[in-house]
Each structure stands twice: as C-alpha cells, then as structure tokens.
Antibody, heavy 120, light 110 residues
Framework: EVQLVESGGGLVQSGGSLRLSCAAS????????MYWVRQVPGKGLVWVAR????????NYADSVRGRFTISRDNAKNTLYLQMNSLRAEDTAVYYC?????????????WGQGTLVTVSS | QSVLTQPPSASGTPGQRVTISCSGS????????VYWYQQLPGTAPKLLIY???QRPSGVPDRFSVSKSGTSASLAISGLRSEDEADYYC???????????FGGGTKLTVL
C-alpha cells in the first residue's frame, strides 16, 4: 500500500524557516517524480514544486521560487521541502504527492498533509 | 485566479447524472492528460480518474471523463450522497513547467 506521511509543519514567524519531510513507503520511491502541493484551508489546491525521480530536475511555482527548495533522499525514501523567508501567505496545508506512474507527470497519490502557519 | 477554470458549484439529486467542466489552454489541457481529484470534507485529495478514463483501483465506473480541445469534463452518473465533495481538475502546463489546478467545484447532492 502506498503511504506518504508528512511531518515538520507548525507555527513559525514571518521571515523564518521550516523543513517539511515526507516519508514514503509501499512503492519504489526512486522511480517516481514527487510533488508538493498546498491548500489554504477552505480554498483550492496550488502546486508548489516538483522533483524528478533522481533529483536532477526541479520546477517551482513563481510564488515560492528562490525561497523554497525541494529535494529527496532515495536511500531514505524521503522527500523534503526547505522553506525559507516564509510569509503569511505561505500559511497552508502542505501535501506531499507522488506521480501516477514512473515517468508520468500527473499527480497520483497524496499524503494526509501537514499544516504550516506563518504568523506576521 | 486558477489557470484552469471550473464552475464553483454543481448539484444534483440521487440517481442523476452530473457533469463538471474544466477549461484550460493549448499548453495544458490541449497537450497533456487531465487528472481529476475528489476531496471529501476534512481529508486529503484522492485521484479519481485521468487520461482516457483510467481509474485507480476502487473507483467505480460511474465516474467518466471526456476531453475536447482545451476543455475537459467529469461526469458522475447514478449520483450518490457519498459523492458530495470538492472536485478538482489538473494538468501539466508546458509553458509554466508545472502542474496547474482548477479552482475546484463543490458538488452538493440534494
């Protein structure tokens, strides 16, 4: 069974940093593109970042580029999101997600999410 | 403002057929697969259906999709009370080099 478990969320002051982790199990982690998607409670889904299976290629939403870094450790089956220079508008539930299939760009499985609250 | 456009709400009675539209452009829906997600209240999104009516295990065939040009639609037939949820469309965008989502459609089963 595919499982994605996020951790690392919490309350942080504006301008601060936070690192989210996503522990993956139930599949061969190193074969799949991975994503971070966020959602302000009560609002829609917004893509944040994407990383290909071997960590060599990344893409970021304009709103986070230069502040957030997505990375992975395939030996530990873990995805990360390093968030720096946090702003109030970064407050959201952050979901870790896996591609549908190896080499496919669509988002398939989702974790349960972790809440990040940035206080101003 | 979402890149993909969905109606904010839709409704139907049990047993009815309901459709939800998703409009995009040539750089996303027009050239890539469309994915649909169901988000029940208080839970994470779940992949519902994608591409040429590909459904993950456990998703009933009451859910179907179609695509024409830069628009796509999700159809739910035999509507049930448990279908009441938020539905999102998504696609890869070649111009943005990222995933774009619709704003979501809240489906109410009357």
């Amino acid at each position: 069974e595919v499982q994605l478990v996020e951790s690392g969320g919490g309350l942080v002051q504006s301008g601060g940093s936070l690192r989210l982790s996503c522990a993956a199990s139930g599949f061969t982690f190193s074969m799949y593109w991975m994503y971070w998607v966020r959602q302000v409670p009560g609002k829609g889904l917004v893509w944040v970042a994407r990383l290909n299976n071997d960590g060599s290629g990344t893409n970021y939403a304009d709103s986070v580029r230069g502040r957030f870094t997505i990375s992975r450790d395939n030996a530990k089956n873990t995805l990360y999101l390093q968030m720096n220079s946090l702003r109030a508008e970064d407050t959201a539930v952050y979901y870790c997600a896996r591609a549908v299939d190896p080499g496919v760009r669509g988002v398939g499985y989702w974790g349960q999410g972790t809440l990040v609250t940035v206080s101003s | 403002q979402s890149v993909l456009t969905q109606p904010p709400s839709a409704s139907g009675t049990p047993g009815q057929r309901v459709t939800i539209s998703c409009s995009g452009s040539s750089s996303n829906i027009g050239s890539n697969n469309v994915y649909w997600y169901q988000q029940l209240p208080g839970t994470a999104p779940k992949l519902l259906i994608y591409g040429n009516n590909q459904r993950p295990s456990g998703v009933p065939d009451r859910f179907s999709v179609s695509k024409s040009g830069t628009s796509a639609s999700l159809a739910i037939s035999g509507l049930r009370s448990e279908d009441e949820a938020d539905y999102y469309c998504a696609a890869w965008d070649d111009s943005l080099s990222g995933v774009v989502f619709g704003g979501g459609t809240k489906l109410t089963v009357l």
